[in-house]
C-alpha cells in the first residue's frame, strides 16, 4: 500500500511539474506575442486606421509624412487603405550613436528636426501642401510620443495649423498615454519598451 501512495505521489509531482512547464511557457509565448507584431497584424492595423481616420476626417487627408523607412512600411499600407492613395513624403531618420554615419544632406531640399535618440530631415517638399488641408504623420511605433509632437510644433511654426495635423502610429506605450503624448490615432497599445515589428526592434 505504501508503494501505491508513493507511486501516486511521484505521478502528481511529474504532472504538477509537467504543467508548471507548459503554463509558464505558454504564458511567455503570450508575453512575447505582446512585444511583437506581424504582417497581418500590420495589414489589420492599416484597414482599422485608414476607416477610423477617414471616419473621422471626412475624406482623406492630403498627405502622409513619416520621419524614415519604419514608418514608410506603415505609410504605404495605410495610404493603400485611403480614399485617393494620398502621396507620402519619406524622412531620413539617422540615430544618433558614436558611430554616426557622416552623411551630407542637402539643406535646401530638406529641413532638420532633432530630438534625443534621431536626426530626422524632412522634405522641404511638405511645405507645399495647402495649409487649409488634412496632413497625417505617421510612425511604427509611439515609445515616448516626444517625436511626433515635435515634428507637429515644427509645422505649425512653418504656418500649418494645428488643428488639421494628425499624428498615427500602430502601437504606443501606456507610458505615451499616461503622459498625454499618444499619437491621436493608434492601434496597439503595449507594457514593453521593447517592441518588435517584422523589421526589427522599434527604436
Same mark, same amino acid.
Given at each position: ?5 508513493? #507511486? ?6 511529474? =504532472? ?75 524622412? =531620413? ?27 530626422? #530631415? ?62 491621436? #490615432? ?18
Amino acid at each position: 500500500m505504501t508503494e501505491i501512495f508513493n #507511486y501516486a505521489g511521484f505521478a502528481v509531482g511529474l =504532472i504538477g511539474a509537467v504543467l508548471t512547464i507548459y503554463y509558464a511557457r505558454r504564458a511567455n509565448a503570450i508575453s512575447e506575442a505582446r512585444r511583437r507584431l506581424g504582417w497581418s497584424d500590420l495589414v489589420a492595423a492599416s484597414d482599422d486606421l485608414a476607416d477610423r481616420i477617414t471616419n473621422e476626417l471626412g475624406r482623406s487627408p492630403a498627405a502622409i509624412l513619416t520621419p524614415g523607412l519604419r514608418g514608410a512600411t506603415i505609410s504605404n499600407l495605410l495610404a493603400r487603405d485611403l480614399p485617393g492613395d494620398p502621396p507620402t513624403f519619406v524622412g =531620413i531618420s539617422i540615430w544618433i550613436s558614436p558611430n554616426e554615419p557622416a552623411v551630407q544632406i542637402n539643406e535646401r531640399q530638406y529641413f532638420k528636426i532633432d530630438t534625443e535618440k534621431w536626426h530626422v #530631415y524632412v522634405p522641404r517638399a511638405v511645405l507645399d501642401i495647402p495649409r487649409d488641408e488634412d496632413i497625417l504623420i505617421v510612425d511604427d511605433f509611439a515609445m515616448s510620443g516626444d517625436f511626433q509632437i515635435k515634428f507637429k510644433g515644427e509645422l505649425v511654426k512653418r504656418g500649418f495649423s494645428a488643428g488639421k495635423i494628425h499624428s498615427v502610429a500602430v502601437a504606443v506605450t501606456k507610458v505615451a498615454i499616461a503622459n498625454h503624448k499618444a499619437p491621436d #490615432y493608434y492601434w496597439f497599445v503595449t507594457d514593453a519598451d521593447e517592441f518588435y515589428f517584422p523589421w526589427g526592434k522599434a527604436r
